[in-house]
């Protein structure tokens, strides 16, 4: 249990320097101009266009970072600096997100998988914790309480782990379109390539993050088991 406590603190400091390496790195980008000065909303449309896409929608939405594609309704959400942005952050953002939708139009695998996990995954991320609460505290006398809420979190767990193929495609898609449509060049491309990958270990780090959780809740159960 002492290692499972040292890997929380690891992952917690790892995930705060990420977090502000991430935040540094898109401020450091968003003072950029992207060659051809094409606005996060202009750059999503032309390259949905260049992928033959036409009935997905770009819209912004409040919030710093608050960017993603929602595959329900077929929106591209970008947060008003991406919407706006004239920027190599603006554009990589705008970019992945893009990728999402074309992802989603050519049938790609993982993110199938992902969008048919939604409504359980949002199911027990309502009630885990709850489930994991009373689990522990009636262990002793009903232990299929906390083996049932341990299942919940390992399907939030699993959910965090298929997101990043998911991710990491997206930002591929993006990368290759932004360089063959001339949006980036050679000075600036490795610039909205590190903003991505930076964006890219924020999940890594959640993913790690869910599956020390789960493990610590696993020992709860296997030691109440012994007792």
């Known amino acids: 249990m002492y290692l499972i406590w040292v890997i929380f603190i690891g992952i917690m400091i790892l995930s705060w320097m990420v977090s502000a390496t991430l935040k540094s790195k898109f401020r450091t980008y968003s003072k950029?101009?992207?060659?051809?000065?094409?606005?996060?909303?202009?750059?999503?449309?032309?390259?949905?266009?260049?992928?033959?896409?036409?009935?997905?929608?770009?819209?912004?939405?409040?919030?710093?970072?608050?960017?993603?594609?929602n595959p329900a309704n077929k929106t591209i959400n970008l947060s008003p600096d991406v919407y706006n942005g004239r920027s190599i952050a603006a554009a990589a953002v705008a970019a992945h997100e893009t990728g999402h939708a074309i992802q989603h139009a050519s049938a790609y695998a993982w993110l199938g998988i992902r969008s048919s996990l939604v409504p359980a995954v949002s199911f027990a991320s309502k009630w885990v914790q709850w489930v994991l609460l009373i689990g522990i505290l009636v262990v002793q006398t009903f232990p299929a309480l906390l083996l049932f809420g341990i299942g919940l979190f390992a399907l939030?767990?699993?959910?965090?782990?298929?997101?990043?193929?998911?991710?990491?495609?997206?930002?591929?898609?993006?990368?290759?379109?932004?360089?063959?449509?001339?949006?980036?060049?050679?000075?600036?491309?490795?610039?909205?390539?590190?903003?991505?990958?930076?964006?890219?270990?924020?999940?890594?780090?959640?993913?790690?993050?869910?599956?020390?959780?789960?493990?610590?809740?696993i020992l709860i159960f296997l030691g109440a088991e012994r007792d």
């Open 156 to 217: 939030i767990t699993l959910f965090s782990f298929i997101t990043l193929p998911v991710e990491i495609n997206a930002s591929k898609r993006a990368l290759a379109w932004l360089s063959s449509s001339g949006i980036t060049t050679y000075e600036t491309h490795e610039k909205a390539q590190d903003a991505l990958k930076w964006a890219a270990y924020t999940y890594v780090v959640a993913a790690l993050g869910s599956l020390a959780t789960l493990i610590y809740y």
């Open 32 to 69: 950029i101009p992207v060659d051809g000065g094409l606005t996060g909303k202009e750059i999503a449309e032309k390259m949905l266009r260049d992928s033959g896409i036409y009935d997905v929608r770009i819209e912004s939405v409040p919030g710093q970072l608050s960017d993603h594609y």
